[in-house]
């Protein structure tokens, strides 16, 4: 397994502009961060293991209010989440829709209605 190409190859896909109605899948940024050592084969880094969402969500599977986007949690597009759940898996798979929001920005629509 090539780790380094699938990190330029995430982090390319990462790096698309966002198109509304495109899935986006959320990861929770300690394993994002462990992974990306992992990728880039840091010194001491080790693998991470499957995707770990379990605490961001609530019972409606929407993510809890106290996490904060960027900092507890990122977006990937689907791509992305293919090439990274094809080698590591995940226990709580979060997928969402890009919309555009009041202010005709693009974002990722994170919680559900119950």
């Not at 379990?54 to 990937?76: G, M, Q, R």
Request: hydrophobic share 35%; net charge positive; with cysteine.
């Amino acid at each position: 397994m090539d780790v380094n190409k699938d990190y330029i190859s995430v982090k390319n896909l990462c790096a698309v502009p966002m198109e509304k109605g495109l899935n986006q899948f959320v990861v929770c940024s300690r394993w994002w961060k462990m992974w990306r050592n992992y990728s880039r084969m840091t010194t001491g880094s080790i693998h991470p293991g499957p995707i770990d969402n379990d605490h961001l969500v609530t019972s409606c599977n929407n993510i809890a209010s106290h996490y904060e986007p960027k900092f507890d949690y990122l977006t990937i597009p689907e791509e992305a989440w293919r090439i990274l759940y094809t080698k590591f898996g995940c226990n709580t798979i979060i997928k969402r829709k890009v919309i555009i929001d009041s202010s005709n920005n693009l974002r990722v629509d994170t919680n559900l209605i119950c």
